[in-house]
């Protein structure tokens, strides 16, 4: 029998928030979310927009309402303000919070020096005001934390689920995987894991850090009209590479494929992204517990979605090309890349949506606003460069 939960989303306007709000409301679940908005600022500071058009929130709201009967609450603040978090537990004292309201993008934390610090400073400052606030108000909330796989790095070894068993001058323990972070974003989550550890080990809060892969899709079994759309980001800063070369194919350019191509990260559908977070809200560790999930249906490389873009786009009578530009990034275009994740199975998580038939979706959706995406054509190609960040004084 089901359990109807409180939970508040850090980040509801985001890409994923938005979507999982909307899953867990037609599962019976009380909603609440938080955001300051500053992500839709951030993407127009860069030049660009969402693919789909996005409501504001409170039409976002209102739609929800007048279209399936149901309820999501509202709290305009920002997380990195700890009396907004403290009020919010206050408040609700919610039996899980979703932090998802953190700066996402490692093109944006690359191009320069006040990106770097701005990212680092609101990622760690928000996770922490939030373990202070459990602590202080609400210890028995469980918190469902979004990492990134890429906080591990491609080391040539498997990577486990957070922690593995180590052997060292004849001595053996049981330690947190070794992070290798490629960019000032992935070292922000980094940092943000050692902080719920240790609020886990000093205050026995309850804390699932989810490694999640790469998300794709533009829409859910939720999202039934155009009012209902999630964000979908194409531009180099914030847009995926996948996003990228289905919004480049639907424009008639060429995909951008960074390098070699052979870059490998594991990716999920949208679909079952929110699926794998309500499993983890509904089935929480045991109390005092710090969990780490490893959210991920299929690894590929870029090349190798590229060449998947291609088939689907032909299929559908769309002129697709593939082209290899000089990779903006430091990072290992060939290399070894097997990830374990078994948690998630285990708590009953099945995958519902393969990757080409999300694929066809994609592609018709984006199809329906090429006008959109034509407007802003020159923020695909990759302007910021790892190696030479912009020079902040011009």
Known sequence: MLIELRVVIGGIDGYIGWALALHLVSRGHNVIGVDNFVTRRRVEEVGSWSATPILDMYERLKAVEELTGQRIEFVEGDLTDYAVV??????????????LGEQRSAPYSMIDVHHAVE??????????????????????????????????????IDIPEGFFEVEYNGRRDYLPFPRMAGSWY?????????NMMFANKIWGLTITDVMQGVVYGTRTDEIVDERLHTRFDFDEVWGTALNRFCVE?????????????GQTRGFIS????????????????????YRVLNQFDEAYSVIELAKKVYEVAKRKGLEPAIANVPN???????HYY???????????????RMLEDELSIILDDLVKYRDRLEAKREVIFPR???????NPLH
Request: aromatic share 8%.
């Open 119 to 156: 990212t680092q400073v609101s990622n760690i400052t928000s996770s922490l005001n939030i373990v202070y606030a459990m602590k202080d108000v609400s210890p028995h909330t469980h918190l469902v934390k979004m990492g990134t796989m890429g906080e591990y790095g491609t080391p040539n």
């Open 384 to 390: 910021t460069d790892w190696r030479k960040p912009r």
């Open 186 to 194: 992935h070292w922000s989550k980094v940092h943000d894991s050692g």
């Open 86 to 99: 403290r009020g919010v537990f206050n408040k609700y004292k919610p039996d899980a919070f979703v932090h």
């Open 270 to 289: 949208l679909t079952d992204s929110v699926q794998c977070l309500r499993i983890a809200i509904e089935n929480p560790p045991d109390k005092s517990e």
């Open 338 to 352: 097997n990830p374990i994740h078994e948690k998630l199975k285990r708590l009953g998580y099945k995958r519902t």
């Open 249 to 261: 194919t639907v424009l008639g350019l060429p995909m951008t494929v960074y390098g070699r191509g």
């Open 328 to 334: 903006p990034r430091v990072e290992a275009e060939q």
